[in-house]
Structure formats: structure tokens, C-alpha cells
């Protein structure tokens, strides 16, 4: 009878963090993906107001640069300016 209740115990507590480990990843997720997506519609309205000034080279919106922005958030985005400012200074 105690093997038997150990074993339960046992099983919920591993029950309890296999739960904990995938909704822990299903956050990460969400976040990521959110920050993707806000970061895109971010880029593609910075990007627009910069073509208005007159300015022709952007960072173009692509996986790597979703990628990016998904990972690292806000300053994913200003990686991608200051990558596009560099090489465009660097000529």
C-alpha cells in the first residue's frame, strides 16, 4: 500500500512538471511570435515613413530579419538600422 501511494505521488509530481516545461515553451512562443509580429508592422511602418524622406535603402522584411526582431524585440529592430546605417556609410 505505501509503494503504491509513494508511486502515485511520484507520478503526479512528474505529471505536475512535465505540465510546467510545455506551457513554460508555449510562452516562449507566444512571446516570441508576438514580438514578431509587432515588430513587423513596426518595421514596415518605419520603413514606409523613411521611403517618404527619401531614403533607399531599408531593411527589407524577411525571415532573417522576423527572425531577428522575434528574438531580440525592440532592439532587434535598431540591429537592423544600425546594420543598414553602417553599410550605408561605409561605402
Do not use: D, H, Q
Amino acid at each position: 500500500m505505501k509503494s503504491m501511494t509513494f508511486a502515485i505521488i511520484i507520478g503526479v509530481c512528474l505529471l505536475v512538471l512535465v505540465l510546467a516545461i510545455v506551457f513554460k515553451k508555449i510562452e516562449w512562443l507566444v512571446n516570441f511570435v508576438f514580438r514578431a509580429l509587432l515588430g513587423v508592422v513596426l518595421l514596415y511602418c518605419i520603413n514606409s515613413v523613411l521611403v517618404n524622406f527619401g531614403v533607399t535603402k531599408v531593411p527589407g522584411i524577411n525571415g532573417v530579419n522576423v527572425t531577428s526582431i522575434g528574438l531580440f524585440g525592440m532592439p532587434g529592430i535598431f540591429l537592423l538600422y544600425a546594420v543598414m546605417i553602417y553599410y550605408s556609410v561605409r561605402k
